[in-house]
């Protein structure tokens, strides 16, 4: 496709967007036909081959970022996101083999919201997350995460929403969620997970939902994990390995203390 066929789509779209859509072959700089700032910049069901410097740097206003539905695309390096020092959201779905660098994230200073799904990490630690203590919302599905350091959202005050949905979570580090003291919701759906020892969240005071659905879980605790989060509103625990009893007994408990149950 030439660059004619991204100007048509463009012209759909506020010019303060650029939409690089069903496109093969090159990214260049003549793709940008505006003159006025690029806030909102994706890429979606293409097959990108390569992405020039010159196209990089002509975008410095880029607040939002989305790759979704790519059937080829260049590795992701920190180099590629360091063009874009005013991100604040960050959106990567469904994009085919694609691969990212450890450190590929790192140093984004603005950043408030990270959404991935398919990139491969099988381990997560610090490293992964540095400079990034203002996001808010992180989101890693199918990752192929096993396991978590337990530093790694040590620096990541400000969170508020964690998914680490359909990953091969076995287990936690004692300290992994130490000090995320404005955390509302916790999403472990479709990992590992069995029997849980409450003491390895830590105590997460504004807690107020937890998924844990999809786990391996015979066991609950419930006094406990009250215990480990204070403010809990609504949790899901179905589709675990409870006893007919065990489920029964957990509802009971959860009912009297106020719970929801999805």
């Known amino acids: 496709m030439d660059p004619s066929s991204c100007d048509i789509v463009n012209k759909k779209f506020p010019p303060d967007h650029l939409r690089i859509f069903v496109y093969q072959g090159d990214v260049k700089k003549d793709i940008i036909t505006t003159e006025g700032k690029i806030k909102h910049l994706l890429f979606a069901f293409s097959s990108i081959e390569s992405i020039s410097e010159e196209f990089l740097q002509a975008l410095p206003d880029v607040e939002n970022l989305i790759l979704n539905g790519n059937q080829k695309f260049p590795k992701l390096t920190k ?4 063009n874009f020092p005013k991100l604040s959201l960050i959106y990567i779905h469904n994009n085919e083999d694609l691969q990212i660098d450890d450190d590929a994230l790192t140093g984004l200073e603005k ?8 990139l491969r990490y099988s381990e997560l630690n610090k490293n992964v ?3 990034l203590e203002n996001l808010k919302r992180l989101s890693m599905v199918k990752c192929q995460i096993e396991n978590i350091d337990e530093e790694s959202f040590q620096h990541m005050k400000n969170l508020e929403e964690i998914n680490l949905s359909s990953n091969n979570l076995h287990r936690f580090k004692f300290g ?18 069995g ?7 830590n105590i997460l005071p504004t807690l107020e939902y937890i998924d844990l ?3 391996n879980m015979t066991k609950f605790d419930v006094a406990k994990m009250k215990e480990m989060f204070p403010k809990i509103q609504k949790i899901n625990i ?3 390995c409870f006893t007919e009893e065990e489920l029964e007994r957990v ?10 149950i999805e």
């Open 213 to 215: 659905c999809d786990n």
């Open 79 to 82: 180099y590629f996101f360091q």
């Open 176 to 193: 992994t969620f130490e000090g995320l003291e404005k955390m509302k919701e916790l999403s472990l759906q479709n990992n590992k997970l």
């Open 129 to 131: 997350f540095q400079g």
């Open 251 to 260: 509802e009971n408990q959860l009912m009297i203390l106020g719970v929801k």
């Open 111 to 118: 950043l408030k919201i990270l959404s991935v799904q398919g």
């Open 195 to 201: 029997n849980l020892d409450w003491t390895q969240f």
């Open 238 to 240: 179905m589709s675990n």
